[in-house]
Structure formats: structure tokens, C-alpha cells
């Protein structure tokens, strides 16, 4: 089967609607699409589904499950900001809307001297280490990394977005060396908590085909550390736009069989199953 978890409409932060996203589906033979749009509910960011907009957007992506019912499945589902005190990717934040599934990321990062977010441009990345973290790189990576360990004890989600996102910029500005030992000690104990949490680990190919870094989400020694506690693993494209939605899926299937997976999961009929890793 081929699917996609992770998938953005003008909902949000999309630059299409669901139903073009769905027809692009369904030229590129999916057989399950699960739309997540960003969440902070009952709070926003202006790329987020408006607080007042969810329920419009539950009752389309409902509707186009209907009408598509004998040729493609669609799922209804969030990608929710874990911001601690404010936003837990919990099924009781969502209970109105009865998702299919929900997405836990980290975006954000909140110190007493402001915010910022990782996945924004390079600029202000930098901007948000030195306001947030007096420059300290090493700092604003380990908190990232910090919370998302406190995401995988407070939330119940189904997936685990671009685990190790910090990356996305690295490349750019040059933060960290992924080959430090403090880097790579981080990277582990994450690994252990996501075992322990029993979450699905996507394998998110959005950065390459959005040009921000040449190369999937998590990396590989993150991946291989992960396929070594057993962590179940999805290949999902973080599509904004209908021509992303399998965007690099064949290096992602190569990075799992590089790190020692087989088999990846897939939610389908109210179900978690799995395959064996594809060959597209």
C-alpha cells in the first residue's frame, strides 16, 4: 500500500486545498491519505488552522472521505505543537473532532527571554539562539531535544513528526557538529524514551523536497539508534503542496533498509498494520 500521514492543505500553512491534495493522491495510486493539519487548538499561530476553523476543516476532510470512499481512504488528523502548558498532542485536546490519528512535533521553544520556532528561515533561527539562548547553540539543541523527550511522556499520539527538526538550518548557519559526543548522547536518550513511549517514528522526506536539507528526517545514525530499540517506523512526505506527497519516498525507503528496518507500520481502517518496506 501506498500512503501519507503528514499532509498540509491552506487549512494551514498548505498551499492547496484538501481537495486538491486528494486528487494529486489520487494520479500518484495512494491508497490511504491522512491529513494533518497544524494545531495548537483552542490556540494559533497564523500557521495554524484558525481556533474558529477546525471544525470546518474536520467536516471537509469528512467529506472528501465520502466522496472518494471507493477510491482512495482519507484520514482526518492534527499535527500538534507540544508546548508544555499550553498544547499536549493528547486525544482529550481533540475529543470534539474524533481524529483518526494525531501527529506530536516540537516546533517551539519558550525560555524567559522569548520564543522561537526551528522551522523557520535560517535568519531567524539564529535570531531565536541568540534571543532565547545568548548564542548558546548547544543550549537551544538540548532543550529542543529536552522537550521532546517531555512530549513523549505527557502525549498520547499515534506518529512522532521530523524527530530530529534542529537539523533543518545546520546546514545553513553550522550550529553543531552531529558528530559531537554531547550531540550524539542527546540523539540516544531521545531514542530510549521514543522506545519506551511506543510511538510510530516518520521517516519525513519534507525537507528535501522543500530544498531546506538534502536529506530525510530523522538521520541515519538517529534512525539506526532507533531500529535498534524497535521503534516502528511510517514514511510520511510532510506535503504542502500535491506534487510532495510521495516527494522522495524512495530515499526514505532506502534509509530505512540502511538502518536495519524490514517493515514499516501503516494506520488503515481504524488499524495498525504492517508491510514490508516498498520498493518505489
Known amino acids: 500500500m501506498k500512503t501519507n500521514y503528514h499532509t498540509h492543505t491552506d487549512f494551514c500553512d498548505g498551499a492547496e486545498t484538501p481537495e486538491a491534495m486528494v ?29 474558529r476553523a477546525h471544525a470546518d476543516y474536520v467536516q471537509e476532510i469528512h ?16 499535527e500538534v505543537d507540544y508546548l508544555p502548558g ?60 529536552s522537550l521532546e523527550r517531555d512530549l513523549l511522556r505527557e502525549a498520547t499520539c499515534t506518529f512522532l513528526g521530523h524527530c530530529d527538526l534542529f537539523r533543518k538550518r545546520n546546514g545553513v548557519l553550522h550550529l553543531f557538529d552531529e558528530r559531537d559526543s554531547w550531540y550524539r548522547d542527546e540523539l540516544r536518550a531521545t531514542a530510549t524514551a521514543i522506545a519506551h513511549s511506543g510511538v510510530i517514528v516518520e521517516i519525513n522526506t519534507g525537507a528535501i523536497t ?23 517506523i511510517t514514511i510520511s512526505s510532510d506535503a504542502h503542496r500535491g506534487t510532495d506527497l510521495d516527494g522522495a519516498f524512495d530515499r526514505a525507503v532506502r534509509a530505512a533498509k540502511a538502518a536495519g528496518y524490514t517493515e514499516m507500520l501503516l494506520l488503515t481502517s481504524g488499524r495498525i498494520t504492517s508491510q514490508k518496506l516498498p520498493t518505489w
Not at 486528487?23 to 490511504?32: G, M
Not at 531567524?124 to 545568548?134: H, L, P, T
Not at 536529506?215 to 516502528?232: K, M, Q
Open 23 to 51: 486528487q494529486a493522491a489520487l494520479e500518484k495510486q495512494f491508497d490511504v491519505l491522512g491529513f494533518s493539519g497544524h494545531s495548537m487548538y483552542p490556540f494559533a499561530a497564523d500557521w495554524h488552522i484558525a481556533p
Open 63 to 78: 467529506r472528501l472521505a465520502d466522496v472518494y470512499r471507493d477510491r482512495i481512504e482519507i484520514l482526518c488528523g492534527f
Open 86 to 145: 499550553i498544547s499536549v498532542p493528547h486525544p482529550s485536546q481533540f475529543a470534539p473532532f474524533k481524529p483518526d490519528f494525531l501527529i506530536g512535533s516540537v516546533h517551539y521553544i519558550v525560555t524567559d527571554s522569548g520564543n522561537f520556532t526551528v522551522d523557520d528561515t535560517a535568519e531567524n533561527v539564529r535570531a531565536g539562539i541568540e534571543r532565547c539562548f545568548g548564542g548558546n547553540a548547544r543550549e537551544a539543541v538540548c532543550t529542543y531535544f
Open 210 to 232: 522543500r530544498g531546506a536539507m538534502d536529506d530525510v528526517y530523522p538521520s541515519a545514525e538517529f534512525l539506526s539508534l532507533l531500529a535498534e530499540r524497535g521503534v516502528p
